[in-house]
Nanobody
Framework: QVQLVESGGGLVQAGGSLRLSCSAS????????IGWFRQAPEKQREFVAS????????QYSDSVKGRFIIYRDSAASTVTLQMNSLEPEDTAVYYC??????????????????WGQGTQVTVSS
């Protein structure tokens, strides 16, 4: 069992920055990836970024590459998503997720078994 809690969402102006944090507890030693996904109204949940916990490899969707950075905090149980140059299109509920399958790719939503409650990110024009 893994429990995930997101924090850091809020309202920012276009071009601004925001930092989201994901705190994991439980059987964190079995996690293969920590991922961030987002879901806007009337849209499917989509992949944003992930961090492979074995080798530290980060992956990003094309829409956020070069603007967002995912990294592990000094505390092994915390992963941060630094969001820069935010655009109104980034507005969504952002979810942290954990993959414990050992067979995922880091970008496939079906491999993530545990999810946080979500945090709202709103970017104004």
């Amino acid at each position: 069992q893994v429990q995930l809690v997101e924090s850091g969402g809020g309202l920012v102006q276009a071009g601004g920055s925001l930092r989201l944090s994901c705190s994991a507890s439980g059987r964190t030693f079995r996690m293969s990836y920590i991922g961030w996904f987002r879901q806007a109204p009337e849209k499917q949940r989509e992949f944003v970024a992930s961090l492979g916990l074995r080798y530290g490899i980060a992956q990003y969707s094309d829409s956020v590459k070069g603007r967002f950075i995912i990294y592990r905090d000094s505390a092994a149980s915390t992963v941060t998503l630094q969001m820069n140059s935010l655009e109104p299109e980034d507005t969504a509920v952002y979810y942290c997720a954990a993959d414990l399958s050992g067979r995922g790719l880091g970008t496939d939503i079906k491999s993530y078994e545990y999810w946080g409650q979500g945090t709202q990110v709103t970017v104004s024009s």
